[in-house]
C-alpha cells in the first residue's frame, strides 16, 4: 500500500485475449499500490472504443476508481453525448479528456477541433458526473506553433472545466516545475501531476519519445544505447534513472505521479518500492 503519495496508473487496451488476460494478472499485482485511480487509453478516432470499453469493464473488476480516456477530434456531439452516458451508467466518475489524433487518412471531420471544447461539452452536459483530467506538455506539444502558445491553450483548456492535469513524460524535472511555475502564474489552480515513464526498453522509448516530443537527456540516450541488448543492464539502469525523477519531484511536493505502466506490474512496483512507497 501506498503511503501519503497519491498515485494513478495507466493502461492500454490489448489487441489479442492473451494480451487482455496478461493485462487482468498486471492489474491485479498493481491493486496493492492502492491507486487513486487507473486510466485507460483511447485509440484514434475512436479506432480502439470497443477495446476500450472491454478495457474498462475489467480494471472496473480490480479497482475501485477507473478513468477512460475520451479522444473527441473526429467524433460529433451526438457520438460524445452518448459514449458519456454510456460511461455514466457504468458509474465512472473521472474522465482524462484528449483531443486526440486523427487515423492516417481521416479528414478533419467532427465537432470538436480542441481538447478545451470537450471540457466545455462534458461541463454543460454533465457537471455533476465527472471529475476532468486534461493533458499537459512541460516540454510543449509537439504541434504546438510556440511554446506560449502552448500554455496559454492549457490555461484556458483548464479554466474551461478541467479538475486537474497529467503531463506528457519527461526526464527533466526543471521542464516541469518551470511549466508548473507558469501555468499558475496564469491563473491555473488545479493539481497538474507528473507522468512518469519507466525505462525498459531503449528503442521503444526513443519511438515513443520521437513522436510526443520528450526530450531523452543525451546521457541518459548515450549510456542507454550503450547496454546494446543487455535488457537487465537497461532495466537497473532505468530504474535508478527514474526513482531519482521521483524522487526529486516528491521532495518539491508534487501532487501525486501518474505511472505510465505500458501493462506491465514489475518496473513500476520496483520503482515505488525503491521509493519507499510500497511496503516490502
Request: proline content about 5%; hydrophobic content about 40%; aromatic content about 10%.
Amino acid at each position: 500500500m501506498t503511503k501519503k503519495v497519491s498515485v494513478s496508473l495507466e493502461f492500454f487496451p490489448p489487441k489479442t485475449p492473451e494480451a487482455a488476460d496478461k493485462l487482468l494478472a498486471t492489474a491485479r499485482s498493481l491493486a496493492v499500490v492502492g491507486p487513486e485511480y487507473v486510466s485507460v487509453t483511447y485509440g484514434a478516432g475512436g479506432s480502439t472504443r470497443e477495446g476500450s470499453l472491454d478495457t474498462v469493464r475489467q480494471m472496473l473488476s480490480v479497482f475501485d476508481s477507473v478513468a477512460p480516456h475520451i479522444s473527441c477530434i473526429g467524433a460529433t456531439a451526438a457520438q460524445m453525448e452518448e459514449l458519456l452516458s454510456l460511461y455514466a451508467g457504468m458509474n465512472i466518475s473521472r474522465l482524462v479528456a484528449l483531443r486526440g489524433d486523427l487515423p492516417s487518412g481521416y479528414g478533419q471531420g467532427g465537432e470538436f477541433q480542441r481538447a478545451i471544447d470537450l471540457v466545455r461539452f462534458i461541463r454543460e452536459r454533465h457537471a455533476e458526473q465527472f471529475l476532468i483530467e486534461v493533458a499537459a506538455y512541460p516540454e510543449i506539444h509537439p504541434q504546438a506553433r510556440s511554446a506560449r502558445d502552448d500554455l496559454q491553450f492549457f490555461a484556458e483548456k483548464v479554466k474551461a472545466g478541467a479538475h486537474g492535469a497529467i503531463t506528457q513524460y519527461f526526464f527533466n524535472t526543471d521542464a516541469y516545475f518551470r511549466f508548473v511555475d507558469d501555468a499558475y502564474a496564469l491563473g491555473v489552480e488545479v493539481p497538474i501531476v507528473p507522468g512518469i515513464m519507466p525505462i525498459t526498453n531503449f528503442s521503444q522509448l526513443a519511438r515513443f519519445s520521437d513522436a510526443c516530443g520528450a526530450e531523452i537527456p543525451r546521457w541518459i540516450r548515450q549510456r542507454l544505447a550503450g547496454y546494446g541488448d543487455d535488457v537487465a543492464s537497461i532495466t537497473a539502469f532505468g530504474r535508478e534513472v527514474i526513482t531519482d525523477l521521483c524522487d526529486q519531484l516528491l521532495t518539491a511536493g508534487v501532487p501525486g505521479l501518474h505511472f505510465y505502466t505500458m501493462n506491465r506490474a514489475d518496473p513500476t512496483l520496483s520503482i515505488l518500492r525503491n521509493l519507499k512507497l510500497l511496503d516490502s
